[in-house]
């Protein structure tokens, strides 16, 4: 888990990490639960609603994934199917 403590919290920023993560993601995306865990973003889904605002077409697919502490937990998957139009 990365040091949210060292992480710049501005939506700003959350977006940043995010997008890089689902660029790096190559097709495989980005749980929720991984974004908050992994990349301190509190609110995913309305990161994930201001990416789509400036233009990323991004998919988003319901799993179950088992947590940390072995509980089966419901969440989205984000997709980077396109990045904005230039």
Do not use: C, F
Request: charged fraction near 25%; glycine fraction near 6%.
């Amino acid at each position: 888990m990365t040091d949210q403590t060292k992480l710049p919290n501005s939506a700003h920023a959350q977006r940043t990490r995010l997008l890089a993560a689902l660029e790096g993601a190559q097709g495989r995306g980005v749980t929720s639960y991984a974004a908050n865990q992994e990349l301190g973003i509190y609110h995913p889904p309305a990161r994930i609603k201001e990416l789509r605002d400036t233009g990323h077409n991004i998919v988003r697919l319901w799993e179950t994934i088992e947590t940390d502490i072995s509980r089966p937990r419901r969440v989205a998957r984000y997709v980077l199917i396109s990045k904005e139009a230039n």
